[in-house]
């Protein structure tokens, strides 16, 4: 199997994140892995994707972070979409705004054109386009979500803030990782107008209902296939821990990662959450939660994974390369039955 991975940028990727742990997994399979910056995507006049790529062959490896290490050392080569098998879409939009604006869209615009070539793409590059905001959260059933306001309306927003008895969380309609999240409430209220306007800056400003078990973290849980990921009885998820005096549990906001136990509360929303992921074509999906309610959706590139797998001593990438290898398998078997949306979830 040949499989690329897209990555935001070569520089800015580290050895430890979870897109380079997939490709020592596939790597360590026998695999041909190659990652692909954003910058590095073009569209050839034959037609098809064709792109500057770093991959590695012929050594062996002990850890991830030593493969990813040599993997950037390499000098790019070329590869195109009629070498490939499989594009993987692992960069994350939202660290592009304000920075590259340019490279928020082009992943899921290429990734197009690669999955008219015959590479499987995931997640489904179509489903990706209309989720490339928060908003793609509001399309789940409101069983699963909290409270929430999207707006630019000052009006609108303080009215809601009065209705959530002056407590409530505002967030950027686009981004990740925490950036611009605030709590407001009695204390802060003096600010409103002005942390509506800071937000507003970026577009719309997300109004929502603050759930106090908030304060004791999140929990992440990977969904493959639309299906909670398990290796040995071990589920991928983990619990993220507020650090002191901070709203955020993001790990690279300061949140302290810890087990966490599946429950019966936790499974119903990823069985509710599952029919839209598997329409869309979502094949890998982190999804946060806060006490019986789901808090974010990622779709582009849900980290911790390897946190993960070092919290309960399995190895959660080789499973998801399974899946993976499974759907090659599964298209070479059905060549103009399956669809690519189809396929990434099956």
């Known amino acids: 199997m040949k499989i690329a991975f897209i990555i935001n940028d070569h520089n800015t990727e ?82 592009e705004i304000n920075e590259r604006d340019w490279a928020q869209n082009a992943a899921f615009i290429f990734g197009e054109i690669a999955m008219r070539n015959g590479v499987i793409v995931l997640n489904h590059p179509n489903s990706l386009a209309g989720a490339v905001n928060k908003m793609y959260f509001q399309h789940f059933p409101e069983i699963l979500r909290p409270k929430t306001v999207i ?15 002056q407590k409530m969380i505002l967030k950027p309609l686009q981004g990740s990782g925490g950036a611009n999240v605030f709590m407001m409430d009695k204390k802060n209220a003096h600010n409103l107008s002005q942390t509506i306007d800071a937000i507003c800056r970026d577009g719309f400003v997300i109004a929502q209902e603050y759930l106090p078990d908030a304060k004791n973290g999140d929990t992440r849980l990977f969904l493959v296939n639309g299906e909670p990921l398990e290796v040995k009885g071990q589920y991928a998820m983990m619990k993220r821990v507020n650090a002191k005096g901070e709203i955020r549990s993001n790990i690279h906001a300061g949140g302290k990662p810890t087990k966490a136990v599946m429950t019966d ?81 099956l």
């Open 14 to 95: 580290k050895p430890n994140y979870t897109t380079p742990g997939l490709g020592y997994a596939a790597y360590k399979r026998g695999h041909d892995v190659y990652f692909i910056g954003v910058g590095e995507l073009s569209y050839a006049s034959k037609g098809h994707l064709s792109v500057r790529c770093k991959t590695v062959t012929g050594k062996n490896f002990n850890t991830q972070e030593t493969f990813f290490k040599a993997v950037q050392k390499e000098e790019f080569s070329k590869v195109t979409s009629e070498e490939l098998d499989v594009l993987f879409l692992r960069n994350n939009p939202s660290d």
């Open 151 to 165: 707006s630019r309306d000052h009006n609108e927003i303080k009215a809601f803030f009065e209705e959530q008895k």
């Open 265 to 345: 509360e936790i499974m119903e929303l990823a069985d509710i959450v599952r029919p839209k992921l598997v329409q869309d074509g979502m094949f890998m999906v982190g999804i946060d939660i806060v006490g019986n309610k789901l808090m974010e959706i990622n779709v582009f590139s849900p980290g911790g994974l390897n946190v993960m797998g070092q919290m309960y001593g399995v190895d959660f990438s080789s499973k998801v390369i399974d899946a993976i290898e499974k759907k090659v398998d599964y298209k070479k078997m059905y060549p103009d039955y399956l669809y690519n949306s189809r396929l990434a979830t």
